[in-house]
């Protein structure tokens, strides 16, 4: 018998959307001048609504692009497009943005971020620490209490060249198979980032906060237990690693779309 219920993906579709229209329905102000647009799929709907609120809502702002995605939504609809290092200079200081969107692969209780999944976490970083506020736009599905639950892997980005060294040090911290990704968006071979990159997937056990250290698990990856901050140290340091996939202690980031309103909407 034919059913009328949606289904998973139209579900998951109403969700991102849901998430994204009350984002910019609370976090984006008529008196906002620069705004941060991330990458993936949910960040479409904030492209969306921003749309919807018509020409004048948006015509004194300028919107600055996470990469070559989001400068095509940018574009496609019409709004005013800045890339990061053409922002004005007042003072000898590029305007800071007064806030940013973008989407999220896991958010923890904390509201530390995996991002990195459609490959432009670096131009994402930027951009968000470039911002004011920070706003992840995602829906129930990314929510877990500990980062790697759910989304199993940190991406990376690095340097072709130091790949092959890059792999095997995140193995000797405990990454029992990192690799390199292939395919998206560059669809052969491996990913190519808008920087022309490589992104490194480096699976690791949950990551602990700093709550969960005790005098027994101190949190620096003895056992695979890795505290996210102590983690992310540990891998800025390694020579050829661009950037990593994790956003943790951000100032003024707030999540949007993990409330029982969306979660609501599953059968
Ligand atoms: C891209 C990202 C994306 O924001 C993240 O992968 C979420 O994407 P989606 O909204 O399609 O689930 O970090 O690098």
Request: aromatic share 6%; glycine share 10%.
């Amino acid at each position: 018998m034919a059913s009328n219920a949606p289904n998973a993906a139209a579900l998951i579709e109403s969700a991102k959307k849901a998430a994204a229209f009350q984002a910019v329905e609370d976090h984006l102000s008529p008196t906002d001048k620069f705004v941060g647009i991330g990458s993936g799929s949910t960040v479409v709907y904030v492209v969306e609504a921003i749309a919807a609120k018509g020409p004048s809502f948006s015509a004194n702002m300028t919107f600055v692009p996470t990469g070559s995605q989001s400068k095509g939504l940018i574009r496609a609809a019409g709004l005013r497009l800045c890339n990061l290092d053409e922002r004005p200079v007042v003072d000898g200081v590029s305007v800071a943005l007064d806030v940013a969107f973008d989407g999220a692969d896991e958010v923890d209780e904390d509201l530390n971020l995996i991002k990195g999944g459609g490959a432009c976490l670096f131009q994402e970083k930027l951009v968000a620490v470039a911002a004011k506020k920070f706003i992840a736009v995602a829906d129930s599905r990314k929510q877990s209490p500990r980062l790697c639950t759910k989304w199993k892997t940190i991406p990376i980005e690095v340097l072709p060249l130091a790949a092959p060294d890059v792999l095997n040090r995140l193995k000797a911290m405990g990454s029992p198979n990192p690799v390199v990704r292939s395919g998206l968006p560059s669809k052969a071979g491996e990913c190519v980032t808008d920087n022309g990159m490589w992104i490194i997937d480096a699976p690791f056990p949950p990551l602990l906060l700093p709550k969960d250290l005790t005098a027994e698990v101190d949190g620096n990856g003895k056992n695979g237990a890795w505290e996210i901050g102590k983690l992310a140290e540990e891998l800025v340091k390694l020579p050829g690693i661009v950037e990593i996939g994790l956003f943790h202690g951000f100032n003024g980031v707030q999540a949007v779309g993990l409330g029982k309103q969306f979660q609501a909407q599953k059968p």
